[in-house]
Nanobody, 125 residues
Framework: QKQLVESGGGLVQPGGSMRLSCVASGFTLDYYAMGWFRQAPGKEREGVSCINSRAGTHYGDAVKGRFTISRDNARNTEYLQMNSLKVEETGVYYC???????????????????WGPGTQVTVSS
C-alpha cells in the first residue's frame, strides 16, 4: 500500500522560505512521477509542481522561478523548496505519487494517484 507523509510545514513570514519533504513507503519512488498540490482556504486545489522519473520538472505559473521540486530516490523522498512566499500561498500542501507530469497542471491528478494527508503552510507576518 502506497503511503506518503509530508513534513516541513509551519509558519513563515512573507518573503521567507520553507522546504517541504515527502517520504514514501510501501513502494519505490524511483518509477513514479511525483507532484505537489495545494489548497488555500475557500479555494480549489491546484497543482504546484511535478517531477517525472527522469527528474524532468513542471511548475504552475504562480510559482515558476520561486519554487523548486526535487527527489532523492535513495531516500525515497521528494522535496519542495519554496522561496519568496506570499500570504496568498497559505494552505495545505499535499504530496502526490503517480501523477501525469506534463506542462498542464490540471491534468496531473488522476484516478491512480496516491495522496499524502497534507501539511499546513501559513504565510503571515
Amino acid at each position: 500500500q502506497k503511503q506518503l507523509v509530508e513534513s516541513g510545514g509551519g509558519l513563515v513570514q512573507p518573503g521567507g522560505s520553507m522546504r517541504l519533504s515527502c517520504v514514501a513507503s510501501g513502494f519505490t519512488l524511483d518509477y513514479y512521477a511525483m507532484g505537489w498540490f495545494r489548497q488555500a482556504p475557500g479555494k480549489e486545489r491546484e497543482g504546484v509542481s511535478c517531477i517525472n522519473s527522469r527528474a524532468g520538472t513542471h511548475y504552475g505559473d504562480a510559482v515558476k522561478g520561486r519554487f523548486t521540486i526535487s527527489r532523492d530516490n535513495a531516500r525515497n523522498t521528494e522535496y519542495l523548496q519554496m522561496n519568496s512566499l506570499k500570504v496568498e500561498e497559505t494552505g495545505v500542501y499535499y504530496c502526490v505519487a503517480n501523477v501525469a507530469c506534463n506542462s498542464q497542471p490540471y491534468e496531473w491528478n488522476n484516478a491512480d494517484a496516491a495522496w499524502g494527508p497534507g501539511t499546513q503552510v501559513t504565510v503571515s507576518s
